[in-house]
């Protein structure tokens, strides 16, 4: 049957169905991080948001270009176009080379995506690395008129933009608000308006990071790279930009007036952007300090948290929510993930010891047949990921269910279940087994072990030595094996 997609557009601000400019083909440029720093939450739930709508689209049958950046230069401390450039900042801070920070940062960045089993993309331009096209960009929005120098920086003229166009689509901003907004900040000295922003600056003599340019030695604005490596990877028009939602201004709002003032529309048919992980209500980000980096949360070592957490606990904690809603983390709130993942886990596992009837009873045929679409339904109204959760667990029930002999299932629905709840857990939310191939070693080797146990349980039960019966159950549980009696004998499972 095919599927329907419906997104939420923040341009439009509304959910619109998924119409690609040129189906089959799929372009979709996602905002990478700033490599001056380890990868924290903030930064694991657009990539985990955007992973998943990369593997649903492909699961469509769409072909899909994923572009994904990595920003290594350009982005400065303040939005006034002022300050360090981040990574430049934190070079010097650690006397190294800012390719050194950048790479060492980018490094840690892709070992964190690959350990939350993020999908690379498909392309993974580095702003460093295009420079010229960023140029190419400026001159064009300056040949049109949307642009002026001033000392030899470029700034880009939001007030001559304004009178042929409409600054503020994406952020419902008025050019009135952005420049009340903006007379606050420092730096207005070369810019005719305090709203302009940089398309190119001039480096100040002890910045390191500098190429040539048509108007002086310097280093592109942020907001170009976006523009310049979307254009030249996806085409002058592509159907999906994403992002978090604290990137809808300045970023993505410049980012379309700049597409705009050099080739007159748009580029993007879908802007659709995550919300923000919060703490005590508050943004988590490195700005504000109050970010947990994903190495302290797989290692425990924070004093937030009460223990290690894996990173498949952080994929699912994130995808038991709407990417479209605020996520309040909270230690407790992972605790109840952690146990969440380990009962579907569980309950997929389980699938492979039920043994199927000649016929369902009338509920588990119900729920089985229905789940294959209640998931698509869910995946279909805008990535609702959190109701995809809700039918698995609902289908964990009745695996329990069958599980204790209490329900009913015949093959071809058995081959259902297992087919739908590999699917939409694996495949499309992206979970794994942490553990991976030396998990299943090891109980391997503790299955032989504890089902030689439970041998002399048995003989000790039909013997009606329930003494040591019980000692024996106990002592397995007291070693973290649950033991179950059932009517086919007894039946265990290590405890992680």
Known sequence: MKQTLLVYNTLTRQKERFEPLHSPNVGMYVCGPTVYGDPHLGHARPAITFDVLFRYLKHLGYKVRYVRNITDVGHLEHDADEGDDKIEKKARLEQLEPMEIAQHYTNRYHQAMEALNVLPPSI??????????????????????????????????IEAYN?????????????????????????????KSQADFALWKKAQPEHIMRWPSPWSEGFPGWHCECTAMGRKYLGKK????????????????????????????????????????????????????NFI????????????????????TIRFFILSAHYRSTVDFSDEALVASQKGLEKLLNGIADLERIQPSDHCDPETERTVKALRQRCYDAMNDDLATQLVIAALFEACTT????????????????????????LFAFDILGLRNDHGANNDQREEAFGKVVDMVLNLRAKAKANKDWATSD??????????????????????????
């Not at 042929?164 to 606050?184: C, P, Q, V």
């Not at 093959?411 to 739908?420: A, G, Q, T």
């Open 124 to 157: 993974e331009p580095h702003a460093t690395g295009h420079i010229i096209e960023q140029e190419q960009l400026v001159s064009e929005i300056l040949e049109n008129g949307f642009a002026y120098e001033s000392n030899g920086s470029i700034y880009f003229d």
């Open 238 to 289: 592509f159907d999906i930009h994403g992002g978090g939602m604290d990137l809808v201004f300045p970023h993505h709002e410049c980012e379309i007036a700049q597409a705009v003032a050099s080739q007159g529309e748009q580029m993007v048919k879908y802007w659709m952007h995550n919300n923000m992980i919060t703490i005590n209500g508050q943004k988590m980000g490195k700005s504000l300090g």
């Open 293 to 312: 980096t994903l190495e302290q949360f797989f290692t425990g070592q924070h004093d937030s948290l009460s223990q290690p957490f894996t990173p498949m």
């Open 163 to 191: 009178k042929r166009y409409k600054y503020g689509i994406l952020s419902g901003r008025s050019l009135e608000n952005i420049k009340d907004e903006s007379r606050a900040l420092a730096g207005v000295g070369e810019k």
């Open 471 to 496: 000692q024996i159950r106990d002592a397995l549980a007291e070693a973290g094996f649950e033991v179950k009696d059932t009517k086919d004998g007894a039946v265990w499972k290590l405890n992680k």
């Open 399 to 422: 695996v329990n269910k069958l599980v204790d002999h209490k329900a009913s299932i015949c093959p071809e629905c058995l081959d259902e279940l297992r087919s739908v709840m590999h």
